[in-house]
């Protein structure tokens, strides 16, 4: 019997999970998304082209491969057909590749007119949400009342419905306007292209795979840092990004999980607010935003740029049980003189190096050491042997770090871009 192997971000997402995912596809029967919403988006530079995903697990590319969306996924049927619609006019006919779970959530109409007014209603306390409606639909799932994929094949309209009536007496409650004649008519609509594709008991598909030896590779969405439980909450999304939501995310036990493939940048990135202790709002910081184009793939926004930090990637590491590493946007340092890696935390004049609860309510410090920069273009090295004896410095140092071997460096945007270790 087959394990499930597990893709995740390690980091404040961003790290590149959609051209990994791409570039594995090839070695695998099935690729399954399980969990997040269209908040994420995934990016895919190969023959010249350019795709984001928002939804679609990232294997839909590589013919012939089946994609799953999870029971985990949060679905907005408009930001779906948009998505299908698009890859389908560019000659990707996704209908007969994807599955989708009957027990993923959908995002209505509503939800998006709560993720606003809630966002609006914290002030200068906003956690920075994309306002796709995320967290008002996972709120909804928490609370047992969500409305399912499956439910459009069971008395649909009746729970819409209600639903919708219990999410406009809070808009009203909050005294918040709206008008969502046009989003709804949109929506509905939206229903109908979605009914195109197979709806699934995805949890039974997937164990039926690994019990017929086909081999499975598990998408995760955002990064370790934005988990709900172990994240820089309150600044986090709606979903449990590390490995174990794998596990509720697409009904696979423990035992079966095999390789965690966790991915990181060679520097750190946050969207949004929240704790950034290796943040650099400096020439250095924008130097990196402009080398690594560091805008939001889905929201346009631009990027927090940082060293990268060893603290909260030790403590990802940890949770995630990661046996390989991934490292991504390796090049975007390549012009640097010095190299800085952030080791430990200065908090309130005592060092820690655990990821501390306290991180989003306290002054941080880094520590760091310096380290010489490569001064190398290695967009177009095919192999490890090309490489800088100081680029290689720095992949032993991370690796002594972290305690698990990085087997693939990326050094530039397109699928062939990517080095194997």
Known sequence: MKKVDVLLGLQWGDEGKGKVVDVLTPGYDVIARFQGGPNAGHTLEFDGNKYILRSIPSGIFQGGKINIIGNGVVLDPILFKEEAVSLAADGHDIVEQLYISKKAHLIMPTHRILDAANESAKGTGKIGTTGKGIGPAYTDKISRNGLRVGDLLHDFDRKYNEAKLRHENMLHAMNYGYNIAELEREWLKALDYLKKFKFIDSEHLINEYLQDDKSVLAEGAQGTMLDIDFGSYPFVTSSNTVCAGCCTGLGVAPRNIGDVYG???????????????????????????????????????????????????????????????????SDVLDTFDVIKACVGYRIEGREVTKFPFEVADTDVEPVYID?????????????????PEEFN????????????????????????QTIVR
């Not at 995630?320 to 590493?325: D, F, P, Q, S």
């Not at 190398?376 to 095919?382: G, L, S």
């Open 263 to 329: 991915i990181f940048k060679a520097y750190c990135t946050r969207v949004g607010s929240g704790p950034f202790p290796t943040e650099l709002d400096c020439a250095t910081g924008e130097q990196l935003c402009s080398r690594g184009h560091e805008y939001g793939s889905v929201t346009g926004r631009k990027r927090r740029c940082g060293w990268i930090d060893l603290v909260a990637l030790r403590y990802a590491v940890m949770i995630n049980g990661v046996t390989k590493l991934i490292m991504m946007k």
């Open 371 to 387: 380290m010489d920069g490569w001064k190398t273009d290695m967009t177009n090295m095919k192999s490890e042997d090309e490489f």
């Open 393 to 416: 410095a720095y992949l032993s140092f991370l690796e002594e770090e972290l305690g698990v071997p990085i087997v693939i460096v990326s050094v530039g945007a397109d699928r062939e």
